[in-house]
């Protein structure tokens, strides 16, 4: 899928990590947010009473949250306002929306901390291990999903790096030599062949296969797309039905998040899957 603004990613996997939990842990509050060892500003909330905790900035060994970020180990108290251990210059917005236990896990990614999820009650509800075994599989799953992001991130800016050191002319060349190396390539019969010249057309692109999302069909009719072949001649040049390469091009447009041909190849090369 195409690429979000950083904010709006976030917002959307910490939303999905809060939901989860909301529906399998009988508390009534909610939040979490992102940022690194230092710090975590929390964004998104479920149940919250009042302003008080949106946006507020745990810092590292400040609250509860402090001790999670320093420790990178999950932490709960039974009784917040009577906690020692912690300190309690957050108390304001947490005693503010009546909290009595709360327990943090920390989102840590490849060893290194980037968030705090929480979950409180206001009641006699206490939160301890029995929670954290329903918090700690949703934590993994946010970690996991960010650690993703990060890597595809990571090799967009490496295929536009790639693209932004060499010349325009020398680019457009080897778009033109991939597209007509995978144009014959669909037209040999023969196996072994067809595979080699799949193997020269993939050392023109920056990403290597295992790191796409596009299946090689999709990439070929994208790559014709992209010099300005219109359906009926991509079908010509790849002996494809016409209903065929319009089912390749919906393909990749969903995988890539895209609403035209444009925005699809657009998508495709700022992930590095296309020249």
Known sequence: ??????AERDADALRTCLRGLRAELPVPLFFAGLGDEEAAVQTELLGQRTSGLRNLRVRRGSGLGGRALAEGRPAAVRDYRT???ITHEY????????????????????????????CGSR?????????????????????????????VD???????????????????????????????????????L?????????????????????????????GLVALGCGNAEV???????LE?????LRNAMRKLDAHSRLEAVTAARRRGELL
């Open 123 to 151: 009641g006699s509800e206490t939160l301890g291990d029995a929670a954290l075994r329903v918090v700690a599989p949703h934590v993994r799953r946010l970690a996991d999903e960010i650690r993703v992001r990060d890597e």
């Open 194 to 222: 067809r595979e080699r010249l799949d193997g020269l057309g993939d050392r023109l692109v920056p990403t290597t296969p295992e790191q796409r999302v596009l299946t090689r069909r999709e990439l070929d009719v994208l």
């Open 91 to 118: 108390d304001r917005p947490v005693l503010g929306e009546g909290v009595t236990s709360i327990l943090v896990a920390p989102v840590v990614v490849t060893g290194t901390v980037r968030g705090l999820v929480y």
């Open 83 to 85: 906690a020692r251990g």
């Open 1 to 6: 899928m195409a690429t979000s603004a950083p």
């Open 244 to 248: 065929t390469v319009r089912s390749y």
């Open 154 to 192: 990571r090799r967009v800016e490496a295929a536009a790096a790639w693209t932004r050191e060499r010349d325009p002319r020398e680019v457009a060349s080897l778009r033109e030599l991939l597209a007509e190396l995978r144009t014959i390539a669909s037209e040999v019969d023969d196996p072994a």
């Open 235 to 241: 079908a010509h040049r790849l002996d494809l039905g």
